[in-house]
T-cell receptor, first 113, second 110 residues
């Protein structure tokens, strides 16, 4: 069975600085997808970034980028130039092709002014 | 507008009663999911459905039931067998590797 682990329950960062959230996963699949979701206090789940396992190039979306290490089964999220609006719970998620979407426990990020 | 709608936003249930949470999508997505969210435990998968008239148990299916009679609808019933039903419930739908979430239902047992 696939599992997703986020080892940092809480993190904080100063506004305008960079922070990295960690995620590891366990799977025997070769074809899968990885995601980072943001959940602000409104509790609406918002897709931040996604990565297809067969793509070696790390995904980037504006201030958000990932470090995808397939052999190590690691998928970290880097947030550059942190903003107050980035304060939220962040979830790492895994999905094999056509399968169920599995989430980690989440990391609560606080951006401080 | 296309989207996924959960209702109601807040729901109160007396202990021992069954209750059904609604999830409707007009995105023409094949796959739909139900998750439970508790503090410190992330999102745990209850049930999921890849196509109409078919669904599979997730990690915490005990005390819950679902149906998928229409592509657009995937209701979740919380039965009296669920010992600790107070939680936030999220529904999602997916096509390819794009998943969208509803706004959630907060269920409280009183």
């Amino acid at each position: 069975a696939q599992t997703v682990t986020q080892s940092q329950p809480e993190m904080s960062v100063q506004e305008a600085e960079t922070v990295t959230l960690s995620c590891t996963y366990d799977t025997s699949e070769n074809n899968y997808y990885l995601f980072w979701y943001k959940q602000p206090p409104s509790r609406q789940m918002i897709l931040v970034i996604r990565q297809e396992a067969y793509k070696q190039q790390n995904a980037t979306e504006n201030r958000f980028s990932v470090n995808f290490q397939k052999a190590a089964k690691s998928f970290s999220l880097k947030i550059s130039d942190s903003q107050l609006g980035d304060t939220a719970m962040y979830f790492c998620a895994f999905m094999k092709h056509g399968g169920k979407l599995i989430f980690g426990q989440g990391t609560e990020l606080s951006v401080k002014p | 507008d296309g989207g996924i709608t959960q209702s109601p936003k807040y729901l109160f249930r007396k202990e021992g009663q069954n209750v059904t949470l609604s999830c409707e999508q007009n995105l023409n997505h094949d796959a739909m999911y139900w998750y439970r969210q508790d503090p410190g435990q992330g999102l745990r998968l209850i049930y999921y459905s890849q196509i109409v008239n078919d669904f599979q148990k997730g990690d915490i299916a005990e005390g819950y039931s679902v149906s998928r009679e229409k592509k657009e609808s995937f209701p979740l019933t919380v039965t009296s067998a669920q010992k600790n039903p107070t939680a936030f419930y999220l529904c999602a739908s997916r096509k390819g590797f794009s998943a969208f979430f509803g706004q959630g239902t907060r269920l409280t047992v009183v």
